[in-house]
């Protein structure tokens, strides 16, 4: 917007001066042309009054103004005559000016271009029998005691343009270079009005800006003008209860998830007391369903509490060493990896100077998510690899197990709250696993996608940020 402001102002600004400008620059040129063909015609006038008076006097005088003519400007005087005179002077070449002049007494004006001026101005005069009777042919006049007769002559001045197009060059380039001048101060003072203007829509921005990557405290300050002031009020009162009302729903999940872990567990032992208590293999299956009920139901309340914690966002990012985490996750899954003969290994290039950017507590609960799915999917003596690899700023985190796999469809809903697949083993998820990771690791600025893993199976891709690396010792 500000680049549309700034080509819309001094769009303008070139059409005020183009406007006033270019006129003047064209009225310039005509006058200066006009005042040249007239000076130039007045010389030549004069000079042919001299050729027509015929005497010696007369001769002499056209001679050293002919001369000093051409001595002091960019002209040249020639001249055709019948009389003496005109011998010392050089005479013109013969062409249709010449022929208008001398046949009908007509003076000529020759630019030599019809664009503006050609190289030499050549204006042609003719130069009338002077006679002291007070007659003439074809007409009469005073100047003198002397009046025009037949013509005996013609005076032409060739008159070199070079000076009157460096003259022209200097109004025009002027004028262009204030022009420039003018336009590059718009410009600036342009910029310096469009980002004034456009302020409070960037603020606007900034606020819709933080209210996308989740923090619901952002507001707009109230400046500009009054629909922009009115709209920030607008935007913010709507923040201020989108706050409030996303905050209660937090507190009402944490404080329910939180309340239900207690009666939950108490009933889980109450059940595993009942299954001790009973021979009836009926009443001991029914008992296990039960209590398999109630462990995944602990799972949903738990994953409703970290999600609940995690969209609050009360701590930040720190570095952490990925590989100290994932081996102390590994220490966690491995006894019941042993106990189906699943094999869980880590490859890759993370070494102890390898850190990422992450809250703490975050990473702990995406492996224990991500590798929990892996176990219950992968079959007895399968492998689950995790494999690290740094890609600039990246680091690429990948769990891949021996599973089934995902088909296409259930990949796009497998980030779904509540939404659940059933592993090899049958034991049902909460919903809530996949949808956790994603929430961690985003609030961490980091990715997470599905993919096919080679050879069958699936594969977790976890992208996260890199931190600053230890120094080696």
């Not at 190289?119 to 009338?128: G, I, N, R």
Request: hydrophobic share 40%.
């Amino acid at each position: 917007m500000i680049r549309r402001l700034i080509r819309s102002y001094v769009l303008l600004v070139a059409v005020a001066i183009g406007l006033f400008t270019i006129p003047v620059a064209f009225t310039l040129t005509a006058q200066l042309r006009d005042d040249t063909e007239l000076s130039v015609s007045r010389e030549a006038t004069t000079m042919a009054l001299l050729l027509g008076n015929g005497d010696d006097a007369s001769c002499r005088a056209l001679e050293q103004m002919a001369r000093a003519y051409r001595d002091e400007t960019p002209g040249e005087v020639q001249v055709t005559a019948t009389a003496t005179c005109a011998a010392e002077l050089p005479r013109p070449e013969r062409d249709a000016h010449l022929t208008e002049v001398l046949e009908h007494g007509r003076p000529t004006t020759d630019w030599g271009s019809s664009f503006i001026w050609g190289p030499h101005l050549v204006v042609t005069v003719p130069a009338h029998e002077r006679s002291a009777d007070g007659n003439k042919d074809g007409g009469g006049g005073d100047d003198g005691g002397k009046e025009e007769g037949a013509v005996v002559g013609a005076v032409r001045v060739a008159y070199s343009t070079s000076g009157l197009t460096d003259r022209l060059w200097t109004i025009w380039g002027f004028r262009a270079a204030l022009a420039v001048i003018v336009l590059g101060a718009a410009a600036g003072l342009g910029a310096i009005a469009a980002r004034r203007l456009t302020r409070p829509l960037r603020q606007l921005n900034d606020m819709a800006s933080k209210f996308s990557d989740g923090d619901l405290t952002a507001r707009s300050p109230v400046t500009g003008p009054q629909e922009t002031q009115t709209l920030a009020r607008t935007l913010n009162q709507g923040a201020e209860r989108l706050d409030t009302l996303i905050g209660a729903q937090r507190i009402f999940v944490a404080d329910a998830s939180h309340q239900l872990r207690t009666p939950l567990t108490a009933l889980r032992l109450s059940l595993d007391n009942i299954a001790d208590g009973v021979d009836d293999e009926l009443v001991k299956e029914d008992v296990e369903q039960a209590t398999a009920e109630v462990v995944r139901m602990s799972r949903l309340v738990s994953g409703l509490l970290v999600l609940a914690r995690a969209e609050a966002k009360a701590t930040a990012a720190e570095p952490l060493s990925l590989r100290d985490v994932i081996e102390e996750r590994f220490a966690v899954w491995r006894p019941a990896a042993d106990e189906r003969g699943v094999t869980v290994a880590l490859t890759g290039s993370a070494d102890d100077r390898l850190l990422v950017s992450a809250t703490p507590g975050h990473l702990d609960q995406v492996l224990d998510n991500v590798l929990s799915n892996a176990l219950e999917v992968s079959p007895d003596g399968g492998t689950i690899t995790v494999r690290v690899e740094r890609e600039g700023d990246e680091v690429e985190l990948s769990v891949l197990d021996g599973g089934p796999g995902m088909p296409d469809t259930e990949k796009a809903r497998a980030f779904d709250r509540f939404w659940r697949g059933r592993g090899l083993t049958g034991r049902a998820g909460s919903g809530l696993g996949l949808a956790v990771v994603r929430q961690l690791v985003t609030d961490d600025g980091g990715t997470v996608a599905l993919r096919d893993a080679p050879g069958g199976g699936l594969c977790v891709v976890i992208s996260l940020r890199a931190a600053a690396q230890r120094s080696g010792g």
